[in-house]
């Protein structure tokens, strides 16, 4: 098969995976009031329909990576299309709750195999240095993705009722199982066939979920609430027990190549920063919009409305400007962006202004397309071949930790759950200056990336169905 008759499967089933993932997480929070009204669930068993799904998500992602380098990447990735389906299936007939939530988690553990797989069938199928463009489609994807889930999700739940925001999933899954029947990748390495620390895998599942579930209950119990410290501290002992255990161990989950590689550990702190900023901003922002500005859930998402516009057209243009300008001064003007568009927020509060909110917005945007795609690009075009799924798993686990992060830090700082429109900025201000020192972090490890683009890599030859 040609270069690029194996391209062109491999793109269509990463950006699919990818928008079926976005999707999932975006209708479902336009669908959650009916499933408590409908299954007479508590505001706290609501949700654990996303925080159960996290959890899952958040800790086996690397995991599922390590297992798509092992077993190859397109037999993870059916599995996760074929889960996430037969889940979402479950899901729609749950007779309760319970199950809903039971469930769930089930879904993130089959979401978890399907997302490190989708970016590593790019890094399989493209050269490194061809890798701007797919990344840039697949990031535009993204974007459309979250404008529409909210639109898709109120339309299915108001004409269809809430099960069917799930049954939809289950013919898109498939379609995709489908079209990832025609991908192929090459032989996988040597080194990628060594067995998988089983000890190793146990404790990265479990500091990941404890940590994600303890950022979650944050806004519930605060930064020095007795749930918050607790996990805090389990979190930190079984970090430093993993720490240990990886340089020990022959078979590290992260293998040395990739922990090692200086452009992959900064691209990864500046997803987790430049995430972290925005999404603690878009949270302080939802209250501020309707709460202290007095705008309905209709208008309010209009205000926003340009972050994803300049997302989904800014993803080429950052494509283009990281092959001219090399992924540091693209990493660093995107970070600046991002910032710029944080503070823009908190004037916002001050001043109501609709062009001070399509400003910030749009920056916010626009900052976020030129991270994504570089920090993307970097992640996966800078690790070798047979790691590629290893480091998808360590850049999807970023991009979950990171908006967890930001809203725990975010809702940590807000005095009240309303803002009072009388006197709104007090409030908001230290709200939203917090996430933009967070995304400013990225900016050191920006300059940090390489200062040109990546060097052209042998496409492999040797192709094989795995």
């Not at 994807?141 to 925001?165: C, K």
């Not at 303890?214 to 806004?219: A, H």
């Not at 987790?272 to 603690?280: D, P, Q, R, S, V």
Request: net charge positive.
């Amino acid at each position: 098969m040609s270069g690029v008759a194996r391209r062109r499967p491999a793109l269509v089933v990463s950006t699919a995976g990818a928008m079926l993932v976005a999707l999932d997480g975006t209708v479902l929070m336009v669908a959650q009031p009916s499933v408590r009204r409908d299954l007479g669930a508590s505001v706290a068993q609501t949700q654990w329909t996303s925080t159960g799904y996290l959890v899952a998500v958040a800790g086996l992602l690397v995991i599922a990576g390590r297992l798509g380098d092992r077993y190859g990447h397109r037999r993870l990735l059916l599995c996760g299309l074929l889960g996430f389906a037969g889940a979402s299936a479950g899901i729609a007939f749950a007779p309760g709750i319970g199950w809903v939530i039971g469930l769930r988690v089930v879904q993130g553990v089959f979401g978890a195999l399907l997302q490190p797989a989708t970016l590593a069938l790019l890094r399989l199928a493209y050269p490194a240095d061809r890798l701007g463009t797919p990344v840039a489609v697949r990031t535009s994807a993204i974007g459309v993705a979250g404008a529409a889930g909210p639109v898709l999700g109120g339309v299915l739940v108001a004409h269809l009722g809430w099960r069917n925001v799930f049954a939809v999933n289950v013919p898109v899954a498939l379609a995709i199982a489908t079209v990832g029947l025609a991908v192929r990748t090459p032989a996988r390495h040597q080194d990628a066939t060594a067995r998988i620390d089983v000890a190793g895998a146990a404790l990265v599942a479990g500091v990941l979920a404890v940590g994600v579930h303890t950022l979650t209950g944050v806004p519930a119990h605060g930064w020095t609430g007795a749930p918050t410290l607790a996990g805090l501290a389990g979190t930190a002992v079984g970090a430093a027990l993993l720490v240990a255990h990886e340089r020990r161990t022959a078979r590290p989950i992260v293998p040395p190549a990739v922990a090692r590689s200086a452009p992959v550990t900064a691209a990864m702190a500046i997803l987790l920063a430049t995430t972290g900023g925005m999404f603690g901003a878009l949270f302080v922002a939802t209250f501020l919009l309707q709460d202290a500005l007095g705008l309905g859930p209709l208008a309010a998402s209009l205000r926003v409305l340009p972050l994803t516009v300049l997302m989904v057209l800014g993803a080429p243009v950052a494509g283009a400007a990281l092959r001219r300008y090399g992924p540091r001064r693209t990493a660093a003007a995107g970070s600046v962006l991002v910032v710029l568009g944080i503070l823009g927020l908190s004037l916002l509060a001050r001043t109501g202004a609709g062009a001070v909110t399509v400003a910030a917005f749009a920056l916010l945007g626009a900052g976020f397309a030129a991270v994504m795609v570089t920090a993307t690009g970097t992640v996966v075009g800078d690790a070798p071949p047979e790691y590629a799924g290893v480091v998808g798993g360590l850049k999807q686990t970023a991009m979950n930790i990171g908006p967890t992060l930001g809203i725990a830090v975010a809702a940590g700082l807000m005095r009240t759950a309303v803002f009072p429109a009388a006197a709104p900025a007090p409030s908001v201000e230290p709200a939203l200056l917090a996430p933009a020192a967070i995304a400013a972090l990225g900016l050191p490890p920006a300059l940090l990336l390489p200062g040109r683009r990546i060097a052209p890599a042998r496409e492999p030859e040797r192709t094989a169905a795995r």
